[in-house]
């Protein structure tokens, strides 16, 4: 939306316009601090006070500056302010003053991530208010080059604990703004559906995505920082279907336990209330929510080793149960030369010829390393798979993970959490801190999605948090959605931290893919998670040629660099990303006829050559096609595909 004036948030109608003059002042009358501005200065917001249902309230409007420089309206109104239960802070807020923006900039090594060396700048200003009591609240914004990013602090330092009531932070999102959204499950396991309008109300997941209507500009709404002081958000558009307001859990989530509301004590800050902004493309390749969130509590890393892991569920359901079955996925990690195999649900249940020390010693024979399941236990989930409530407690999780490291465990999948309640925020935090006293791997399933805490707990290596292929297990819908869904995950969930979508399935589960061979095999790369479960059965992965099976013993699961080449949600996306001195390229597309792109590679070292191996559909659906070629930058590869098709390539530099 382009700004051509500040008077824009009265529904004015032709009858009205008589009137206006009249009441003008009245509907909407506001004055503005200076704006900021982000460092290359694309991104601008300012501070203005505005006449909202009669009551006077401090607004933040954001707007992006295109390559023609000109001024368009991203958010033109982000609503400010919280209640608590003494006092609110919220209408009526007097401004004492603005600082002067002080320059942040900062640069530090991930563990893993779509990018290890991360560099980020910002200008940051701190807005200081008093309430009508004289109570404090301060607001501090951060402008970087790929967003916006503002909290909340009190200031004063008062005795007690306050419960917070309601957030008021609201993002007025004008019709004809595209969108895709997710509605909100405890889980995070939906569909993102694209709309144009906010006619369709519900609560809403992170993240959530945008494409203003008349500008190149999109935004991405998401929350980083969150710790044990407050719960975990989500959207509304409920009460105003042009306004998504952030709002606490359910009562219901997590069968009724923990508190909805969450409680602080002062001083106090906020998670960053965060929007990524600018071209599709920095959308995708930003770290914006892992530049906000604490730096690594850990001094030691030696010991966080990503990579690919063997996993029987796709296939076995109950496939642990087994002991051949655990045997055989097993040695398929061996053959593969994948770091991992996984245990999944059930490992106390374990039989025909063997036990869980049977399997562990088995599994570590091979030169492989494992991983197990475990139900998060407790009260908050009705599930009752096995072992359930071992993490429930400290005392449970000492136990527990003494057990594991003197059996040669190296990593636990935790499941069900079922809330995002601040009770349930402070059991994910116990967890990742009584797993690092054990050098523990964690991945969380069945839980909500990243908010930075990769970063700050870096043996954290994924989240499901994402409707995966584990889907095509559970009913039919997912093998007619996936194509579409899988071309929306990396501008959306994946953008934000890593995601255990459990890719590459060349067989069948329960119900069938309408992806192609190239398209699964792409998914591999295109899809990021530092611990990367390939899903099929050994016989999957026996099936396809030799130079594809070559090409999955060696995908790596920590990037130096990702960059986004074209595409464009729902429809297709095309990544370049890479490992050390070597690219590898993916792409899918979700179309029902077949596509072919010219694949531009100006992201290559100038004067260097590469080895191309391009692996892509070949005459139908089950067949993939391997051709190898010598490129340079400024080249361009023209790829086929076959409809909901893909590919998957790695440039290797010739010495």
């Given at each position: 939306?382009?700004?051509?004036?500040?008077?824009?948030?009265?529904?004015?109608?032709?009858?009205?316009?008589?009137?206006?003059?009249?009441?003008?002042?009245?509907?909407?009358?506001?004055?503005?601090?200076?704006?900021?501005?982000?460092?290359?200065g694309k991104i601008k917001v300012s501070?203005?006070?505005?006449?909202?249902?009669?009551?006077?309230?401090?607004?933040?409007?954001?707007?992006?500056?295109?390559?023609?420089?000109?001024?368009?309206?991203?958010?033109?109104?982000?609503?400010?302010?919280?209640?608590?239960?003494?006092?609110?802070?919220?209408?009526?807020?007097?401004?004492?003053?603005?600082?002067?923006?002080?320059?942040?900039?900062?640069?530090?090594?991930?563990?893993?991530?779509?990018?290890?060396?991360?560099?980020?700048?910002?200008?940051?200003?701190?807005?200081?208010?008093?309430?009508?009591?004289?109570?404090?609240?301060?607001?501090?914004?951060?402008?970087?080059?790929?967003?916006?990013?503002?909290?909340?602090?009190?200031?004063?330092?008062?005795?007690?604990?306050?419960?917070?009531?309601?957030?008021?932070?609201?993002?007025?999102?004008?019709?004809?703004?595209?969108?895709?959204?997710?509605?909100?499950?405890?889980?995070?396991?939906?569909?993102?559906?694209?709309?144009?309008?906010?006619?369709?109300?519900?609560?809403?997941?992170?993240?959530?995505?945008?494409?203003?209507?008349?500008?190149?500009?999109?935004?991405?709404?998401?929350?980083?920082?969150?710790?044990?002081?407050?719960?975990?958000?989500?959207?509304?558009?409920?009460?105003?279907?042009?306004?998504?307001?952030?709002?606490?859990?359910?009562?219901?989530?997590?069968?009724?336990?923990?508190?909805?509301?969450?409680?602080?004590?002062?001083?106090?800050?906020?998670?960053?209330?965060?929007?990524?902004?600018?071209?599709?493309?920095?959308?995708?390749?930003?770290?914006?929510?892992?530049?906000?969130?604490?730096?690594?509590?850990?001094?030691?890393?030696?010991?966080?080793?990503?990579?690919?892991?063997?996993?029987?569920?796709?296939?076995?359901?109950?496939?642990?149960?087994?002991?051949?079955?655990?045997?055989?996925?097993?040695?398929?990690?061996?053959?593969?030369?994948?770091?991992?195999?996984?245990?999944?649900?059930?490992?106390?249940?374990?039989?025909?010829?063997?036990?869980?020390?049977?399997?562990?010693?088995?599994?570590?024979?091979?030169?492989?390393?494992?991983?197990?399941?475990?139900?998060?236990?407790?009260?908050?989930?009705?599930?009752?798979?096995?072992?359930?409530?071992?993490?429930?407690?400290?005392?449970?999780?000492?136990?527990?993970?003494?057990?594991?490291?003197?059996?040669?465990?190296?990593?636990?999948?935790?499941?069900?959490?079922?809330?995002?309640?601040?009770?349930?925020?402070?059991?994910?935090?116990?967890?990742?801190?009584?797993?690092?006293?054990?050098?523990?791997?964690?991945?969380?399933?069945?839980?909500?999605?990243?908010?930075?805490?990769?970063?700050?707990?870096?043996?954290?290596?994924?989240?499901?948090?994402?409707?995966?292929?584990?889907?095509?297990?559970?009913?039919?819908?997912?093998?007619?959605?996936?194509?579409?869904?899988?071309?929306?995950?990396?501008?959306?969930?994946?953008?934000?931290?890593?995601?255990?979508?459990?890719?590459?399935?060349?067989?069948?589960?329960?119900?069938?893919?309408?992806?192609?061979?190239?398209?699964?095999?792409?998914?591999?790369?295109?899809?990021?998670?530092?611990?990367?479960?390939?899903?099929?059965?050994?016989?999957?992965?026996?099936?396809?040629?030799?130079?594809a099976k070559v090409f999955l013993r060696?995908?790596?699961?920590?990037?130096?660099?990702?960059?986004?080449?074209?595409?464009?949600?729902?429809?297709?996306?095309?990544?370049?990303?890479?490992?050390?001195?070597?690219?590898?390229?993916?792409?899918?597309?979700?179309?029902?006829?077949?596509?072919?792109?010219?694949?531009?590679?100006?992201?290559?070292?100038?004067?260097?050559?590469?080895?191309?191996?391009?692996?892509?559909?070949?005459?139908?659906?089950?067949?993939?096609?391997?051709?190898?070629?010598?490129?340079?930058?400024?080249?361009?590869?023209?790829?086929?595909?076959?409809?909901?098709?893909?590919?998957?390539?790695?440039?290797?530099?010739?010495k």
């Open positions: 939306m382009k700004r051509i004036t500040k008077y824009r948030f009265g529904l004015i109608t032709l009858l009205m316009l008589l009137n206006l003059f009249l009441i003008f002042d009245q509907s909407f009358a506001q004055r503005s601090s200076d704006a900021i501005f982000s460092p290359n501070l203005e006070e505005a006449m909202l249902a009669k009551d006077k309230k401090w607004i933040l409007v954001l707007s992006y500056l295109d390559e023609s420089r000109v001024e368009n309206e991203v958010i033109p109104m982000i609503e400010l302010g919280l209640k608590r239960e003494d006092q609110e802070f919220g209408s009526g807020l007097n401004l004492l003053k603005v600082s002067k923006p002080k320059l942040i900039k900062e640069q530090y090594e991930a563990v893993h991530g779509k990018r290890l060396s991360r560099s980020n700048t910002a200008y940051e200003v701190v807005a200081n208010f008093e309430n009508a009591q004289k109570a404090k609240l301060d607001v501090v914004i951060r402008l970087y080059d790929d967003g916006l990013a503002f909290r909340y602090h009190f200031p004063e330092k008062n005795s007690g604990e306050f419960k917070v009531l309601d957030e008021f932070t609201s993002y007025h999102i004008p019709d004809s703004t595209m969108r895709w959204l997710q509605k909100f499950n405890p889980a995070n396991e939906g569909y993102y559906r694209a709309s144009k309008d906010g006619n369709t109300q519900a609560d809403w997941a992170y993240p959530a995505l945008f494409h203003t209507a008349d500008t190149s500009a999109f935004f991405l709404i998401h929350e980083a920082g969150l710790d044990r002081n407050y719960c975990g958000t989500k959207l509304s558009n409920q009460g105003d279907s042009k306004s998504y307001k952030l709002v606490f859990p359910d009562d219901w989530n997590g069968r009724g336990q923990g508190q909805r509301e969450p409680t602080i004590s002062l001083p106090w800050s906020s998670p960053w209330r965060v929007i990524q902004v600018g071209d599709i493309g920095s959308i995708v390749a930003s770290t914006l929510v892992d530049d906000l969130s604490p730096a690594s509590i850990l001094t030691d890393i030696e010991w966080i080793k990503p990579g690919l892991v063997s996993w029987n569920y796709w296939s076995h359901n109950h496939g642990t149960k087994d002991f051949q079955v655990v045997k055989k996925f097993a040695d398929l990690a061996a053959e593969m030369n994948w770091p991992y195999t996984l245990i999944d649900w059930e490992w106390d249940a374990i039989s025909n010829g063997g036990n869980l020390n049977d399997a562990l010693t088995y599994i570590q024979n091979l030169g492989v390393k494992p991983l197990i399941w475990y139900n998060s236990g407790g009260n908050h989930t009705w599930v009752e798979a096995t072992p359930k409530d071992r993490m429930l407690t400290h005392e449970n999780r000492v136990k527990e993970f003494t057990m594991l490291k003197e059996k040669g465990v190296v990593g636990v999948k935790i499941d069900f959490f079922e809330s995002e309640k601040q009770d349930m925020i402070n059991y994910y935090i116990d967890i990742l801190e009584d797993a690092a006293e054990f050098e523990m791997l964690i991945y969380f399933h069945g839980c909500l999605v990243p908010r930075g805490w990769a970063r700050t707990y870096p043996h954290l290596m994924t989240y499901e948090g994402v409707r995966g292929a584990e889907w095509y297990n559970n009913g039919p819908d997912f093998t007619i959605e996936a194509p579409v869904h899988n071309t929306i995950m990396p501008f959306t969930r994946n953008v934000v931290g890593s995601m255990d979508y459990t890719p590459v399935t060349f067989s069948n589960s329960q119900f069938p893919h309408i992806t192609s061979y190239g398209h699964e095999i792409a998914l591999g790369v295109l899809f990021e998670s530092a611990l990367q479960h390939l899903a099929d059965r050994p016989e999957g992965y026996e099936m396809i040629p030799y130079a060696d995908i790596p699961t920590i990037w130096d660099d990702t960059q986004f080449i074209s595409g464009y949600p729902g429809v297709d996306i095309n990544l370049a990303r890479r490992s050390e001195d070597q690219w590898y390229l993916s792409g899918i597309h979700s179309e029902s006829k077949p596509k072919r792109i010219n694949l531009s590679l100006d992201f290559l070292d100038e004067g260097q050559k590469y080895k191309l191996t391009l692996i892509k559909d070949g005459n139908h659906d089950q067949e993939l096609e391997t051709s190898y070629k010598v490129v340079s930058k400024g080249e361009k590869i023209s790829i086929r595909m076959l409809p909901r098709g893909g590919y998957l390539g790695k440039l290797e530099p010739i």
